[in-house]
């Protein structure tokens, strides 16, 4: 059963820094492409960075720079650091996990941790 718990979230000043965290249980992270995500309020949700297997990663473009993606394999846990935070950061990030079966792609979600910057 996959199980994905995110931690860290809380309320900031602009300018600080976050890391958050997400520790995931009945898959391996080191052999299977990760995520973060957020989601704005009255916003789609949106994807953040990806940690693939080979431990390569990548952004979305407009938050290139301030977000670093990064995994421990000891503690299967992967984590989200974001530095120089913005009001418009203020979002739900979720972790996600995405399986594909038969060519069919399956979501595994976390519960969340909100991130709140205030101005």
């Known amino acids: 059963q996959v199980r994905l718990v995110e931690s860290g979230g809380g309320l900031v000043q602009a300018g600080g820094s976050l890391r958050l965290s997400c520790a995931a249980s009945g898959i391996n992270i080191t052999v299977n492409t990760m995520a973060w995500y957020r989601q704005a309020p009255g916003k789609q949700r949106e994807l953040v960075a990806r940690i693939v297997s080979d431990g390569s990663t990548n952004y979305a473009d407009s938050l290139k720079g301030r977000f670093t993606i990064s995994r421990d394999n000891a503690k299967n846990t992967v984590y989200l650091e974001i530095n120089t935070l913005e009001p418009e950061d203020t979002a739900v990030y979720y972790c996600?996990?995405?399986?594909?079966?038969?060519?069919?792609?399956?979501?595994?979600w976390g519960q969340g941790t909100q991130v709140t910057v205030s101005s």
């Open positions: 996600n996990y995405r399986r594909y079966s038969y060519g069919v792609g399956y979501n595994y």
